[in-house]
């Protein structure tokens, strides 16, 4: 089955504890993004990847790293978390490297910094 | 900057009622994409449709519809007697062709569809 897998889906972690998640796709897209969504403010994109080794920055990208490495994992790394990084993430893949097809989403991860 | 706008954050109507989610976006680029996605209840993002600026020609599928006009820079989506199943918040994005642009959404517009 086509899908974006996200890990972990619920997490709630302290100020400062470095974490990391994960998310996979087993369509062979080219491009992978993340998004935050926050209540009013929509889906927001961090960062974007069209290919491997190939990463650029979204409208909302401080307090984030990501890389990669293989075309079909594209990791999140938030290295010391602050709570105004509680929010809903969203992982997205998309064939082709613009970015402009149609997205696949991953079923989300709520994080919660306390 | 590229910019979608979507005024109406919260609808509800009467099940069978049609209704109409405004979209309005902003973009120097001649090429573009325009978008809309439908999140449900149960949180998943699904993706509903896809345009691209030089077809300005309206889609219908089943009872959605969507109405491309270039000269109000406008995407609009209508649903034909709505079902409670509708009830979803509904996001309008775009996406430009001139290489590194982030996708952008709107801030979404939550339709109650009521029984």
């Known amino acids: 089955e086509a899908q974006v897998t996200q890990n972990p889906r619920y997490l709630i972690t302290v100020t400062g504890k470095k974490l990391t998640v994960t998310c996979s796709q087993n369509m062979n897209h080219e491009y992978m993004s993340w998004y935050r969504q926050d209540p009013g403010l929509g889906l927001r994109q961090i960062y974007y990847?069209?290919?491997?080794?190939?990463?650029d920055k979204g409208d909302v990208p401080e307090g984030y790293k990501v890389s990669r490495k293989e075309k079909r994992n594209f990791p999140l790394i938030l290295e010391s978390p602050s709570p105004n990084q509680t929010s809903l993430y969203f992982c997205?893949?998309?064939?082709?490297?613009?970015?402009?097809?149609?997205?696949?989403f991953g079923e989300g991860s709520r994080l919660t910094v306390l | 900057a590229q910019k979608v706008t979507q005024a109406q954050t919260e609808i509800s109507v009467v099940e069978k009622e049609d209704v109409t989610l405004d979209c309005v976006y902003e973009t120097r680029d001649t090429t573009y994409y325009l978008f809309w996605y439908k999140q449900p209840p149960s949180g998943e993002l699904v993706f509903l449709i896809r345009r691209n600026s030089f077809d300005e020609q309206n889609e219908i599928s089943g009872r959605y519809s969507w109405n491309f006009q270039k000269s109000t820079s406008s995407f609009n989506f209508t649903i034909t007697a709505s079902q409670v199943v509708d009830s979803a918040v509904y996001f309008c994005a775009l996406s430009a062709d001139s290489g590194n642009t982030p996708l952008v959404f709107g801030k979404g517009t939550r339709l109650s569809v009521i029984a």
């Open positions: 997205a893949s998309s064939l082709g490297t613009s970015g402009t097809g149609e997205l696949f």
């Open positions: 990847s069209m290919n491997v080794e190939v990463t």
